[in-house]
């Protein structure tokens, strides 16, 4: 063996040398996790009357954003379901739970939200819009599913209508319903008489 060739090795395997010696150091540096949010990712959010209500895995939380700068969670309810989507008027929140359809939440002690109702739908239960006494499911293979929460304890289907694909989400104004439906885009419901939604659009 060469001179050079043996000077090459012995460079070679000091450098390994070195490696394996400073493993424990840079060991030492690396981030190491000590702890974890344990309610799971946040899919949905909605805003009413100062305070933010908001999906954490099958939590929902109640935070108050008086100040934006620095929001406090001050309650939480733990449903059966992921929260897909979330919608808030006056003193409850409405929750699409996936598989679990729609669950009505009394907010109006936010330190301590109580689930008082709920009803299954055919569907898995993605996207939900309150407006006028009606919740909007948007309720994926069985599509728009427009709710009665009068008495909020005890909601009831009125009336629905099918989409095409697959409804994601909803928004309502002026008696007309906006569903997200996946790969066949935007749907425009006529919900004007919640009984007999129609799509226009």
Request: aromatic share 10%; proline share 7%.
């Amino acid at each position: 063996m060469t001179s050079q060739r043996l000077m090459y090795r012995v460079v070679a395997l000091l450098g390994i040398a070195a490696g394996v010696l400073a493993m424990p150091a840079l060991a030492e540096d690396c981030p190491e996790l000590v702890g974890r949010w344990p309610y799971g990712p946040s899919q949905a959010v909605a805003v009413s009357d100062g305070y933010a209500y908001f999906g954490s895995g099958t939590a929902l939380m109640v935070a108050d954003i008086s100040d934006p700068d620095a929001p406090q969670v001050v309650g939480d309810v733990t449903l059966p379901g992921i929260v897909w989507g979330v919608a808030a008027s006056d003193d409850y929140a409405y929750v699409a739970a996936g598989k679990f359809g729609l669950r009505v939440i009394n907010v109006s002690t936010p330190s301590a939200p109580v689930e008082v109702g709920s009803i299954d739908t055919p569907g898995n239960a993605y996207g939900v819009a309150v407006s006028g006494g009606f919740v909007y499911v948007a309720d994926g293979e069985t599509g728009l599913r427009v709710i009665g929460v009068s008495v909020p304890w005890l909601p009831v289907e009125v009336g629905f209508v099918d989409t095409p694909d697959w409804a994601q989400g909803v928004a309502v104004s002026g008696g007309y319903a906006y569903v997200a439906d996946w790969t066949s885009g935007l749907r425009v419901i006529d919900v004007s008489t919640p009984s007999a939604p129609v799509e226009v659009g």
